[in-house]
């Protein structure tokens, strides 16, 4: 879904999440444990006792693991519906409203600012320098994607089915890490996966943006079709979700 993502006008995009924040809650994948080992080797330090702003955090997915390693965590989130949901799901953990352009955040306040699948909803001309002035020195910044893995054969081919239901040409994906973090970005990638119910999986692609914006008739039609040529792969009706998590850590000067 990454390629689809980026058409069309990227705020109306992020905020039909809103609208949809209880199917985005259930169904969203969430991330392995060896996600945040990788971020605390990366970053130089343990989760547990640093002080992290997690933006864009929607539901909660990444913010919710990161207080259970011992953060302390502030989520920010510019969307109603999504940071009711994440209130609703982490009431111990403060959500305070903002973006990644125009964090609401003390200056040199954190050890850690982390986006979890939400960099592309912002402009890095404005993002890299407000994640820089929250960040103490020698803190970092950890921008991680969860794409599920297309080197899968059956992934593959549900992808191009997407990308030719939008109309949208494979190679047009949209992320990219932001300029202006002097030490550069440590990479890792982590592959996991999961096994799901068949409607949860069909459930997980209508939570997607391109979904939200095509309305329920369009979106009920494709996914009725997807679930025809799934059930004769999976007969069981449970679904391995193969992913790999690419995560990058900036450490501010």
Request: zero cysteines; a negative charge.
């Amino acid at each position: 879904m990454r390629a689809i993502e980026n058409n069309g006008h990227m705020t109306t995009r992020a905020r039909s999440f809103d609208a949809a924040a209880a199917l985005y809650a259930a169904h969203r994948p969430g991330y392995p444990e060896a996600l945040y080992d990788a971020v605390e080797e990366l970053a130089g330090r343990p989760l547990a006792g640093a002080r992290v702003a997690d933006v864009g955090a929607g539901t909660g997915l990444g913010t919710g693991p990161l207080r259970r390693r011992g953060a302390e965590v502030v989520a920010v989130e510019p969307g109603d519906g999504m940071a009711a949901e994440f209130r609703r799901a982490h009431p111990d953990i403060p959500v305070v409203r903002g973006d990644g352009d125009r964090l609401p955040l003390a200056t040199g306040a954190f050890d850690l600012v982390t986006y979890a699948q939400a960099w592309h909803w912002t402009d890095p001309a404005r993002s890299v320098p407000e994640a820089r002035r929250v960040l103490r020195p020698g803190g970092a910044l950890a921008i991680w994607w969860n794409d599920i893995d297309e080197s899968v054969p059956w992934v593959a081919e549900q992808g191009a089915r997407i990308r030719a239901f939008f109309e949208v040409g494979e190679g047009t994906g949209f992320r990219t890490l932001p300029q202006g973090i002097d030490s550069g970005f440590a990479s890792r990638t982590v592959a996991w996966s999961r096994r799901i119910p068949l409607d949860a999986h069909l459930a997980n692609l209508s939570s997607h943006s391109a979904f939200l914006l095509l309305g329920e008739e369009g979106t009920r039609a494709f996914m009725d079709a997807e679930r025809a040529r799934l059930e004769g792969l999976f007969p069981d009706g449970t679904v391995e979700e193969p992913y790999t998590v690419a995560l990058h850590v900036a450490r501010n000067p």
